[in-house]
C-alpha cells in the first residue's frame, strides 16, 4: 500500500463483549477552547507519579528551581523523572495529602512560584544522529509516563516492547470515560505534535502498522487528526473513528475493537506483537525529541455538574485540584464531591492535594444521596455488562464470603474494575469496591505467605545445618573410635614401646615435674658456702612442704 | 466523610423496580382469570397478598431487620401472586395460610430472605399444599363458557372462609383440560374423541388458553422493559415444543398436540413469571439456556409419565436444584481465554 494514511479500503472492526453506552457528557467541557492555566500559589508535586521504583529529590529546601530543570531522580529503569513546572523556591519537602484514592499522604516537593516562569535553555537532540537506545534514553529523562491514567514509564514500556517484533502498533484516542475531554482538546488544538509523537514511536518500534483508535463522538478530533496525518503522509498508519462504548478505551478492549486480538490473561500486548500508547502520551514524546523539553504540563479537563464554568486547561504539575476549581469559576452546588478521573474509574481526591501526570480530569459532581443497596438477586446483568467476560456476581459472593480462592479461580485478576457491573448493578452493590478489596486482601496473603515461606526455609535450612554438622561430628568421631578400637583389639602388631598417646602425655608430663623438682637451676658451679645455704634453704622448704604430720 | 467510590453514576434501574414491573405483567392475565372463571382468582391473590405482607413484615421483626426496605421490595407481592395463580380458585383459607406459610417461612426467610433462597418461594408453598391436600387441590371450576355462571365476589368469600353451598359447588366443578387429557388417556380414548369435550378450545383448554396469551403478553412486557432476559423462556417453551413435537409425530392420536402443551397448565406462566426467578434461576447466559430447556423437558416428562397432571413446579424445583451445578459448567469463556489453548 504507498499511501496506508487514508485508506479507502473498509476498516473491519471487532466487538468486546458487554460495555455500556453512558450518557457522555462532553459538550459540558469540549465546546470551549483550551486555555492557559494560571500559577497557583504553591506547586505541590508528589515524588512519584508513576508506576515503579520512587524517586529521591534532586533539590533542597532553599534551592532556586528553573522551569525544565530536574527535581526528582532514581537510577532504577522503571522510573521517571520529575521536573519543576515554573521558576520558583523549593520550600518544603515533606509528605503532603496527595492524589490517591485512600487520601494518603506522601511526600512531595512544594515549590513556591516566582512568578518570572523562567525556564532552562531546551536543546532539541539531534535527531538524526540518535541511535533507538538515544531516544528511549530521552523519553526516560524527560519524565514521560502513560499519561491514559496507567502512568507506566514509557521508556521503559517501549524498551521492553522493542525487544519483540512489534506488528501493530495502538494509538488510543478513545477517551471513553464520560465528561473527560483532555484527549479530545489534545487532538483538536495539536494533532500535528500527536503525530509527530507517532513517527517518533514507530522509529523505535517499527511497527508493521499503526491504527490511531477514536471514538466516534469525536468528529472534530477525527477530522483534525486526519488533516494532520495527511500532511504528515506517515505510511501504513490509519485513523479508525470506533463506536463509542464504554470502555473502548480500555487497552485490552481498544485492542480487541481493532484487531479482533485478546492478551492472555496475565499476559502483555507485546507479547502478541501489540503496544499501545496514548495520544497525550505521544504528544508529551513530541514535546521531548522535537523541542528538547520535559513533561512539566499537562491538559486537565475540569467539569461536573459543581463547576461553573468547565472547561480543559494546560495545568502545570503540581497544582492544587483546589486552583483548578477556581479556573473554572468555583464550586455551583452546596455540597461538591470531588473526583480525579472519570464517573467510572475515578476516585475521591481532596481539593489541596497537588495534579500529578495522571490527572486528566477534575469531575465535580454533587454530593448525592446514594440509593440504598439490597441484597444480590442474582439478575446477572453484571455479567452481561462485563467486558472482561467475569461473572461479578460470583466474584461478588465469593468476595463477600472471604472464599478469595475460590475468587481467584474465578478469574478476579482479570477484572479491569470499570464499574460497568456496579453501574448497572439494581441492588446499588458496591462490588468494584468489593473486588478491589478482594485483590488487596489476596496480595497480602500472598506477600505473607510468601514472608512466612521464606522465615520457614530459612528456618529449615537452619536446622538442617544443624543437623548437618552434628552428623559429620558423630562421624568423625565414630571414625576416632575404630581407629581406636583397631589399634587395641591388634596390640601385637605394633611395638611395646608404642604406649597410648594420653598415657604417653600423662608421662611426659610426670617426668617434668620429677625433673622440675629434682633439678634446681644454676647449680653446676657453686661454692662450699652457697651449696650450704642451699641446702639449708631445701631442708626448710621440704619441711614446710611436708607439713606438721610428718 | 461519608465514603465514596466510583463508579459515581446515578443507577438506572433497581431491584424494587423489577419486582414492580413483575406485578404489573401479571395484572393482565389475572384479570383475564378473572373474565373466564369468575372473581375467585382475585379473591385469592388479595387474601395471599395480605398474608403474604404480615408474615414478612412478622419475620422481619424477629430477624431484627428494617421493614421499610424490604417490605417495599414487592417480592412477597410476586411470591404471594404467583401462589395464588397457581392454585385452584376458591380455595379455603387455611390452604392459602399453609401455601405462603411455607413460601415465606421454609421457602425464603430460613434461607435468609431475598437473594439467599435456592428454591422458588412460590412453588415451595404450592408444592407443599398439593401434597398436603390433594382433594382440594384438585378441585378446579369451570370457565363461565361452560356452565353459563361463575361465583361472585361474595361467594367467592364465602368459599374463602368455608361456608360456601355444597350442591352450587359440585355444579360448577369440573376437571381441568390437562386432568381430563391425563384420566382420558388412561381410558385409551384417542385425542380426537378427548377433543369432543367442551372443555377444549382452539388449542387449549377453554378459557385457559386465552389466559395464556395474556402471560405471553405480560412476558413480552418483562423482556422489553429488560426484567428478564429471553433466554429461560425460549429455552423453555423451545424444548417443550421439540419434545412433544417428537412424540406427537410418533403418535398423534395418543399424545397430546404440542400446541395443547404450551397453552395449558402453568407452562406460559412458568415460562415467563416463574422459571425467570432470577434469585433461583441460572445466571450465566449458557446455563440459562440449560436451566429453560431442563425444565421444559421436565414439564414434558412429569406430565406425560409422572403422578401428576401438570409438572411447571415440580419442573422448576428440580431445575433450582441443579443451578449450582448448571452455573459451574457454563462459566462463559473470560477475555483472553482462548477456546483453542489448552493443548
Redesign the interface.
Known sequence: MPDGSRSTLPFHLHR??GGLH?EDHKQESATRPLQTASLPGQLILRLKQHIGEPNEPRVAVGDRVLRGQKIADTPERVAAPLHAPSSGTVVAIEDRPVAHPSGKSDRCIVIEPDGLDEAIAFEPPDLERCSREDLLRLIREAGIVGLGGAVFPTAAKAETAAAHPIQTLIINGAECE?WITCDDLLMRSRPEAVIAGIRHLQRILEPAQTLIGIEDNKPEAIAAMQQALDEAALTDTRLVPIPTVYPSGGE?QLI?ILTGH????R?LAFEIGLLCQNVGTCAAISDALDRGQPLTHRIVTVTGTGVREPGNWVVPLGTPFEHLVELAGGFSVERP?P?M?G??????VRLDAGLVKAGNCL?I?N??H???E????????C??VC?????P??LYWYGRARQFDKAEE??LF?CIEC?CC???????L?L??LYRYAKSEIREQQRKSWKSDRARKRHEFREARIARQKAEEEERRRKKREALAKKKSTPAARPETELDPVQAALERVKARKAAQQVAPKNTDNLTPAQRRQIEEAEARRRKLKQGPDS | MSHLYSPFVTPSSSTNRMMLNVVIALIPGTLAYAWYFGPGVLVNVVFASALALALEAAVLLLRQRPLKPYLGDFSALVTAWLFALSIPMHSPWWLIATGIGFAMIAGKHLYGGLGFNPFNPAMIGFVVVLIAFPKEMTTWFAPAELTGQTLGLADSLRYLFGLGDNAQWDALTSATPLDHYRTSLGMDLTISEIRQSPLFGDFGGVGWEWIANWWFIGGVFLLLTGTIRWHIPVAMIGSLLAIATLFWLIDPDGTASPTFHLFSGGMMLGAFFIATDPVTAATTPRGRLVYGALIGLLVYIIRSWGSFPDGVAFAVLLANMATPLIDYYTQPRVYGELPEEED
Open positions: 468486546f463483549h453512558l464520560p485490552k480487541k485478546e492478551v492472555k490473561s499476559h464531591e473526583i478521573g464517573p467510572m474509574m475515578g476516585f475521591e469531575l459532581l454530593r448525592d446514594r440509593p440504598e439490597h441484597e444480590c438477586v442474582r439478575c446477572g446483568r455479567t452481561d467486558p472482561a467476560q467475569l461473572l456476581q460470583q474465578y478469574h482479570d464499574g456496579a453501574a448497572v448493578c439494581p441492588s446499588h458496591p468494584v469496591q
